[in-house]
T-cell receptor, first 113, second 113 residues
């Protein structure tokens, strides 16, 4: 399989649950990203990883915890979320950070009840 | 704070009409600029990008964009739209040398056959 894949595609969780979102890229890229897309708001960059090292944390609450065990995989661990965290979470990858095109996955639609 | 403005949120055109979508950003330094498109049911994908050189850049499917530094703008154009151009279009800015990517809120384009 090629491109960027994300699982699960849909997730409903309670505020006390712990869950994880998974992203996998098969493109040999060195940079990976997590974005949040809420209705009528711009895509918000959450985290950037370059060569498995977190290089950007865009003031994201600690209830979101990223993990990048290798250059192909990126996780977003979720715990004690709030209803306002309901959104589409997109993963992307690029050859390197900066001028390179980002390749996006299909997203995980998260609903917090 | 850096920001990207896309003033047209919804645009409806007839086939063969000309298209221009506005994008303005606020950042005084060197930038890398992108237009992404999301067709119905598909992932975000790159239309075109600018990082240096000729300020008029050409992308896929007949799209082009012009970087006007003095106006902090990167407007997207197409001389004659097709029904298949129906999609949501996002402008994005990366401040050169940083890991920050700022997206606009997007413009939904509907082309009537």
């Amino acid at each position: 399989e090629t491109g960027v894949t994300q699982t699960p595609r849909h997730l409903v969780m309670g505020m006390t649950n712990k869950k994880s979102l998974k992203c996998e890229q098969h493109l040999g890229h060195n940079a990976m990203y997590w974005y949040k897309q809420s209705a009528k708001k711009p895509l918000e960059l959450m985290f950037v990883y370059s060569l498995e090292e977190r290089v950007e944390n865009n003031s994201v609450p600690s209830r979101f915890s990223p993990e990048c065990p290798n250059s192909s995989h990126l996780f977003l661990h979720l715990h004690t979320l709030q209803p306002e965290d309901s959104a589409l979470y997109l993963c992307a990858s690029s050859q390197e950070v900066g001028i390179y095109e980002q390749y996006f996955g299909p997203g995980t639609r998260l609903t917090v009840t | 704070a850096q920001s990207v403005s896309q003033h047209n949120h919804h645009v409806i055109l007839s086939e063969a009409a000309s298209l221009e979508l506005g994008c303005n950003y606020s950042y005084g330094g060197t930038v890398n600029l992108f237009w992404y498109v999301q067709y119905p049911g598909q992932h975000l994908q790159l239309l075109l990008k600018y990082f240096s050189g000729d300020p008029l850049v050409k992308g896929i499917k007949g799209f082009e964009a012009e970087f006007i530094k003095s106006k902090f703008s990167f407007n997207l154009r197409k001389p004659s739209v097709q029904w298949s151009d129906t999609a949501e279009y996002f402008c994005a800015v990366n401040a050169s040398g940083t890991y920050k990517y700022i997206f606009g809120t997007g413009t939904r384009l509907k082309v009537l056959a």
